[in-house]
């Protein structure tokens, strides 16, 4: 038991997908904008890296790891990812054309996102069996949603601020996003 909320809390403090490995940056950017959006992204992203993350594993175990396919792992796993979130962008169009109009080109690309990519080749590098694939796949899954939430609340309160014309838009941005990452730095201590 210990074991596996070692590998939650690791994946959404301690290595944070964004803020420590610095991956899917792109869509952290760019739909942090707003707080609602975020929120549908990160329920989404934890959809797919968890569902993607078992599939991934019991796709490695019993067919290209037996039959000597490994490495054809990246493009089997990008199938299975672009399958799901196909799944997800269906579903939302149908019972929240809002939260989909709003989340835009940003959900179709997290097919390419390389957050979710990277989990599933990381649980494989590491060894990891089924549960432990999609625990660690959850966990990262929830720190992405932490960060990007996180940030979304932060360029909310920056509109009500008086900031300085050079660092208005992208570079207080990526101020605050250097910050929060220095600031999840502090989790690299916890031990149990």
């Known amino acids: 038991m210990k074991e596996m909320i070692l590998l939650i809390i690791g994946g959404a403090l301690i290595n944070n ?35 993607a993350s078992g599939v991934a594993n ?9 039959f000597g396919l490994d490495y054809m792992k990246t493009i089997v796993f990008i199938l299975v990812i672009a ?51 999609v625990l660690s796949g959850f966990g990262t899954a929830l720190g992405y949603t932490i960060a990007i939430v996180l940030l ?11 900031i300085p014309e050079p660092l208005r838009g992208a570079p207080i941005v990526l101020i605050s996003a250097a910050l929060m990452s220095i600031a999840f730095m502090g989790f690299a201590g916890l031990s149990f």
Do not use: H
């Open 152 to 162: 979304a609340s932060i360029r909310s309160r920056m509109r009500e601020e008086d």
């Open 17 to 51: 997908v964004v803020l420590n490995q610095f991956l899917g940056i792109c869509s952290f950017l760019g739909v942090s904008q707003q707080m609602k959006a975020s929120a549908s992204l990160g329920g989404a992203v934890i959809f797919v890296i968890t569902i």
């Open 58 to 66: 019991l796709v490695y175990t019993y067919v290209l790891d037996p």
């Open 83 to 133: 399958a799901l979130v196909q799944i997800v962008e269906m579903f939302l169009k149908k019972s929240s054309p809002a939260i989909y109009k709003a989340l835009g080109i940003f959900l179709p690309l997290i097919t390419t996102n390389c957050a979710v990519l990277g989990v599933a080749l990381t649980n494989v590098q590491n060894g990891y069996n089924f549960v432990q694939s």
